[in-house]
């Protein structure tokens, strides 16, 4: 839970996210935390999952089948699985985030894009390929920053 409430659309950095099915583990799963978990869901499910993967994130390494045979073999595979996808999905939605707010960005509401933002995020959307069905994993305050940022026309 701490990780998600350290978001913030103020952070500038890019990310090297991963946007090739192929990337995930289990590409249901990935596909299921953007279209079905909302903020609580999702942070419930890091807190679970995310503990196990970091303790065992070592055990991703080699070639994807190499990697799954591994885990195959793990009492807690399934949930080093699920933590190395979810946070494949957050640094995906992080990066989609980042990219509606910069200076000079049109001020648009959530899931409401339209023009460079819809692009951008679409680019970035495998799981989907749309650009406003992006999950509500926003902060309070991101939510507060971005009506701000909207409120003032995206200056």
């Not at 279209?35 to 970091?54: G, I, N, Q, S």
């Not at 699920?82 to 000079?104: E, F, M, N, T």
Request: aromatic share 12%.
């Amino acid at each position: 839970m701490t990780f998600f409430l350290l978001i913030g659309a103020a952070q500038a950095s890019s990310l090297g996210v991963a946007l090739n099915k192929g990337d995930y583990l289990d590409w249901e799963y990935a596909v299921s935390l953007w279209t079905k978990f909302d903020r609580p869901a999702a942070l419930e499910e890091w807190d679970l999952v995310m503990p196990v993967y970091e303790a065992n994130k070592d055990l991703i390494a080699g070639t994807r089948d190499e990697v799954l045979q591994k885990l195959a073999n793990h009492p807690q595979g399934d949930l080093i699985k699920r933590g190395h996808d979810l946070r494949l999905v957050y640094d995906v939605w992080k990066d989609a985030y980042r990219s509606i707010l910069p200076p000079g960005a049109k001020a648009q509401p959530w899931n409401q894009l339209t023009g460079w933002n819809c692009t951008y995020v679409k680019r970035r959307n495998i799981f989907t390929g749309g650009c406003n069905d992006m999950p509500d994993w926003r902060t309070e305050a991101d939510i507060k920053n971005h009506n701000a940022f909207i409120a003032r026309g995206g200056k």
